[in-house]
């Protein structure tokens, strides 16, 4: 499994097993995204190899606990890492090209969700 943001300056290969994939809806992934929703694919630290050749990757500190890569080329928002998930990358879905090894599984932070936009599925977190 392999993707990259958008100019391709920034890559990655994800070479083992995801651990889970999951729709966000946090404040903070709708506005740094620009977008009601963020599937997020969850991957072990070291089973991702990022290729920057061209030193494009930047991460911001989002929060006290946590900082979002970005690449400062084209803007693309690439991964998302933070202490309370330690040992985690998690990558935004919509950057892995192709196939991945699972589906989304369930809706975080959805008690943020915009008005704007339903989804029609029934995966937990929604109403929970």
Known sequence: MNGGC?????KFNINRATLWCSHCHCSMCQRIHGAAVVTWVGCDDDSVEIDDKDNKLRWFKSSSEAERGFCSHCGSPLFFRSSKWPGELHIARALVSGEL??????HAFYDTHVGWMSLADQLPG???
């Open 6 to 10: 958008f100019c391709g300056g920034v």
């Open 101 to 106: 090894d699972r589906e989304p599984a369930s």
């Open 126 to 128: 929604k109403n929970d």
